[in-house]
């Protein structure tokens, strides 16, 4: 046995303790997010307008310094019919996550863009970033998968579950080193 003053052996035991702690952590992260699976709320369906819900969030995240935040959102009311929270908050969260996708040696360039016709809205989150490797594609939607250290990885699950409530679907197109755009569909709804 090493004697516990022997500095090999204090690097042994600091080593094991951290990795035991990181572990605990992983566990309490992964506990913690199928909590808040087992707790996520039923989308509401109500009424509302998509162009002003995404003009408030493009409007919310221009506090970011040295980001190129650009949007193009129609002036008149566009309504579908879903949950309002979510899809600003789904919004928001495709912003967030293209910007922490940019390299620090890029300054980090997003375009929001909604468009129409007379049956659909299309919301499109264009990002510089890395883009999306091959092999966790398959899994951005999963809930409680992330990419990032901090986070739950709930985002895009909550997400893809209020777009798709509301009649709608969720995609991506990504190209490695050159960025990624996500695309929300929803079907227009006429205002009574």
Same mark, same amino acid.
Do not use: C
């Given at each position: 046995?090493?004697?516990?003053?022997?500095?090999?052996?204090?690097?042994?035991?600091?080593?094991?303790?951290?990795?035991?702690?990181?572990?605990?952590?992983?566990?309490?992260?992964?506990?913690?997010?199928?909590?808040?699976?087992?707790?996520?709320?039923?989308?509401?369906?109500?009424?509302?307008?998509?162009?002003?819900?995404?003009?408030?969030?493009? *409007?919310?995240? /221009?506090?970011?310094?040295?980001?190129? =935040?650009?949007?193009?959102?129609?002036?008149?009311?566009?309504?579908? !019919? $879903?949950?309002?929270?979510?899809?600003?908050?789904?919004?928001?969260?495709?912003?967030?996550?293209?910007?922490?996708?940019?390299?620090?040696?890029?300054?980090?360039?997003?375009?929001?863009?909604?468009?129409?016709?007379?049956?659909?809205?299309?919301?499109?989150?264009?990002?510089?970033?890395?883009?999306?490797?091959?092999?966790?594609?398959?899994?951005?939607?999963?809930? *409680?998968?992330? /990419?990032?250290?901090?986070?739950?990885? =709930?985002?895009?699950?909550?997400?893809?579950?209020?777009?798709?409530? !509301? $009649?709608?679907?969720?995609?991506?197109?990504?190209?490695?080193?050159?960025?990624?755009?996500?695309?929300?569909?929803?079907?227009?709804?006429?205002?009574?």
């Amino acid at each position: 046995t090493l004697p516990q003053d022997n500095p090999s052996t204090k690097r042994m035991i600091d080593r094991a303790l951290n990795s035991l702690i990181d572990q605990i952590d992983n566990i309490s992260d992964i506990a913690n997010s199928f909590s808040d699976i087992a707790k996520m709320p039923i989308p509401k369906n109500e009424l509302f307008d998509i162009a002003a819900v995404a003009q408030s969030a493009v *409007s919310i995240q /221009t506090s970011y310094p040295n980001v190129t =935040l650009r949007a193009s959102v129609p002036n008149k009311p566009l309504f579908v !019919a $879903g949950d309002r929270q979510l899809m600003g908050n789904a919004i928001t969260n495709l912003i967030i996550n293209g910007i922490q996708s940019v390299p620090e040696d890029r300054v980090p360039e997003i375009k929001v863009r909604l468009t129409h016709n007379d049956d659909y809205v299309t919301l499109e989150v264009h990002d510089n970033g890395t883009g999306i490797p091959d092999n966790i594609r398959n899994r951005v939607f999963i809930p *409680s998968f992330s /990419t990032k250290r901090v986070g739950s990885g =709930l985002g895009l699950a909550l997400a893809k579950r209020g777009i798709e409530h !509301a $009649g709608g679907s969720i995609w991506f197109e990504t190209t490695e080193d050159e960025g990624t755009t996500f695309f929300i569909n929803l079907p227009l709804v006429e205002k009574q």
